[in-house]
């Protein structure tokens, strides 16, 4: 889907000037959680998704500014559509399948066990736990419990019979 500026879909009552941009990206941080959704309700014309917090303010946050300013020029959507087209031949199903279920470069998990917080960091080729790094959490759930773990479950990534 492209959206291009002055996008039609757009509800009449979502236009907002540009000098009130900045009183509302700050007033979104103050906004109660049903607040939000009733802005996204008026600003999306679609019913808010059952997303966390942060997801709602950081959207809002962008969409407030897209109907200011306006979106993304033709010239750049059509770009970034190519671009997606050289990756997965214009095959939608490709494009909504995750090519890796690992989580981001540098996030970082954390998990107590017998008393003691673990933090490991997600890397670009592995993982890295006390300064040492890892190619799979199962070598690091192994090296703190001393026994045979899928490191998946045992860092809470995926339930124990779930899916990969």
């Given at each position: 889907m492209t959206r291009t500026r002055g996008n039609p879909a757009t509800p009449a009552t979502a236009r907002i000037q540009p000098n009130d941009v900045l009183a509302r990206l700050a007033a979104l941080?103050?906004?109660?959680?049903?607040?939000?959704?009733?802005q996204w309700q008026q600003l999306f014309d679609t019913p808010p998704p059952p997303y966390n917090r942060r997801f709602l303010e950081s959207r809002l946050a962008f969409r407030i500014q897209e109907l200011a300013y306006g979106g993304l020029k033709p010239e750049t959507l059509a770009r970034l559509e190519a671009l997606g087209e050289q990756l997965d031949g214009g095959n939608v199903v490709v494009r909504r399948t995750r090519v890796d279920d690992r989580p981001i470069a540098g996030t970082r998990l954390i998990r107590e066990y017998q008393g003691v917080e673990h933090t490991v960091t997600v890397?670009?080729?592995g993982f890295e736990w006390q300064g040492r790094p890892y190619r799979s959490l199962s070598a690091i759930a192994r090296a703190i419990t001393g026994t045979r773990w899928n490191g998946w479950v045992f860092f809470a990534l995926r339930r124990t019979g779930a899916k990969p």
């Open positions: 941080k103050s906004a109660s959680t049903p607040e939000l959704k009733q890397l670009n080729d």
